[in-house]
Nanobody
Framework: QVQLQESGGGLVQAGDSLTLSCAVS????????MAWFRQAPGKEREIVAA????????FYADSVKGRFTISRDDAKNAVHLQMLSLKPEDTAVYFC????????????????????WGKGTLVTVSS
């Protein structure tokens, strides 16, 4: 069973930066594509950013392009989401998710296609 544990959430002010991390307990972590989703109160879960199994392909939602960066560290079985210039509309619970997809040059964006999920970490951006 693969387990994912997010960390790094918190309360920040608009314009601040925050980096989320996700630790993954998988012997074959390098074969997983990873993604960050978020869910704000009363809204559906949405893709934020994703990275394919070898890091060659990334995806960013339009709302975060140029502000957020996803990266993976296969040596540490971790994926990170660096968030700059945070806005109040970035407030949400952020979830890390894994999709077993070795050799696939596509970053996953559909939540229904993800194999494993973390429990989420809350990011609150005050204005």
């Amino acid at each position: 069973q693969v387990q994912l544990q997010e960390s790094g959430g918190g309360l920040v002010q608009a314009g601040d930066s925050l980096t989320l991390s996700c630790a993954v307990s998988a012997r074959t972590f390098s074969m997983y594509a990873m993604a960050w989703f978020r869910q704000a109160p009363g809204k559906e879960r949405e893709i934020v950013a994703a990275i394919n199994w070898n890091g060659d392909t990334t995806f960013y939602a339009d709302s975060v392009k140029g502000r957020f960066t996803i990266s993976r560290d296969d040596a540490k079985n971790a994926v990170h989401l660096q968030m700059l210039s945070l806005k109040p509309e970035d407030t949400a619970v952020y979830f890390c998710a894994a999709d077993f997809s070795p050799g696939i040059d596509i970053a996953p964006t559909n939540p229904s296609g993800m194999d494993y999920w973390g429990k989420g970490t809350l990011v609150t951006v005050s204005s």
